[in-house]
């Protein structure tokens, strides 16, 4: 790999799925190809939930953690999860979406 393809590997890369329409799947597209470049490709992911102000991914992502929480099993197999990948779960902000592109 030459110096040129290095640099380009550390630029920031952003993503967006969006549409007016409700229910065509951007939160569940948004949290496969988020979980698909981070736990099994190797890249750094941020996601930016601009769904305001429900911010559905936020959601999910509290209502997972919530779960784990209360769940010894859920527990053991967070733990044991996160041990073998090396990393902790990606993050996910809030934000509108005037704020994002900020």
């Given at each position: 790999?030459?110096?040129s393809n290095m640099e380009n590997e550390?630029?920031?890369?952003y993503v967006a799925f969006s549409t007016q329409k409700g229910g065509v799947g951007k939160t569940t597209?948004?949290?496969l190809a988020?979980?698909?470049l981070y736990y099994l490709k190797?890249?750094?992911v941020a996601v930016v939930d601009c769904d305001y102000p429900q911010h559905s991914i936020a959601g999910i992502r509290k209502r997972d953690a919530e779960q784990v929480g209360a769940d010894e099993d859920y527990k053991r197999?967070?733990?044991?999860?996160?041990?073998r990948l090396g990393k902790k779960a990606y993050p996910?902000?809030?934000s509108s979406p005037e704020k994002a592109i900020a």
């Open positions: 790999m030459n110096e550390k630029t920031p890369l597209f948004t949290v988020a979980s698909y190797g890249y750094d197999m967070a733990y044991e999860q996160f041990t996910v902000l809030c």
